[in-house]
């Protein structure tokens, strides 16, 4: 069975609107396909360690714990969000791998994988009129293209841009972007619970990125 890389991004574990256990239950069904986790930020929710601190650190190394009985946790990279980045060296003491961003070689291009804020995310979706839409993912991407900023690796137009935190989960494959979802809110709303599978083993021009979804409906592209 090839491998792929899974990345789910916005579990706000902490959050009394999360449903993030239906994230953890599809990483279990899917572990035996999984090869590298991405989890792309805001992993935890600070808001909420303030005030039950205990109990968000409790879920998160239940979750953790899942991580190491499943055999990811060597291979999960966890990403900083605006929720929780000032905790990474705590998330790095829980045997994680740290990263500001994935920059995976797949296939003959590379995919660029980071939660999105502090990139520009925000003024692409003011560019878009204030719409979350794919087209703000293109005017990121569009961004980063043109002003090569210094604290991500140099991006090409043929390179694959995956952001989570504004939750856009939609994909647009002539512009090579795609964006996950976040899993807070109704559980039933087909907008939540997306995630992203990355197949490193094909060229970028016959890529399939999938957007997967609990309950396993897919868009592929």
């Known amino acids: 069975m090839d491998k792929k890389i899974f990345v789910f991004g916005d579990f706000h574990i902490g959050n009394p609107?999360?449903?993030?256990?239906?994230?953890?239950a599809e990483i279990r069904r899917k572990c035996e396909e999984i090869d590298t986790l991405i989890?792309?930020?805001?992993?935890?929710?600070?808001?909420?360690?303030h005030e039950q601190k205990e109990d968000v650190f409790g879920l998160f190394n239940a979750f953790r714990d899942d991580l190491y009985e499943m055999g990811l946790l060597k291979r999960t990279?966890?990403?900083?969000?605006?929720?929780?980045?000032?905790?990474?060296?705590?998330?790095?003491?829980?045997?994680?791998?740290?990263?500001?961003y994935a920059w995976l070689w797949c296939g003959d291009n590379y995919v660029l994988v980071a939660h999105g804020d502090g990139i520009g995310m925000e003024r692409a979706i003011a560019a878009n009129h204030g719409q979350?839409?794919?087209?703000?993912?293109r005017l990121l991407k569009q961004q980063l293209l043109v002003e090569k900023?210094?604290?991500?690796?140099?991006?090409?137009?043929?390179?694959?841009?995956?952001?989570?935190?504004?939750?856009?989960?939609?994909?647009?494959?002539?512009?090579q972007v795609c964006g996950g979802s976040d899993w807070t809110g109704d559980p039933r709303s087909g907008l939540k619970r997306r995630y992203v599978i990355i197949d490193p083993q094909e060229p970028i021009?016959?890529?399939?990125?999938?957007?997967?979804?609990?309950p396993f409906q897919k868009m592929i592209v």
């Open 17 to 24: 609107t999360s449903h993030y256990e239906l994230g953890v």
């Open 39 to 49: 989890l792309a930020g805001d992993t935890l929710e600070l808001k909420y360690l």
């Open 77 to 100: 990279i966890l990403l900083p969000g605006n929720h929780d980045a000032s905790i990474m060296y705590w998330f790095w003491q829980s045997g994680l791998i740290i990263n500001p």
């Open 132 to 137: 979350r839409t794919r087209n703000a993912i």
């Open 149 to 175: 900023p210094d604290t991500l690796p140099p991006l090409s137009q043929s390179d694959w841009l995956v952001v989570s935190h504004f939750q856009i989960p939609q994909n647009d494959p002539h512009w």
């Open 205 to 214: 021009s016959e890529r399939k990125v999938i957007l997967g979804v609990v």
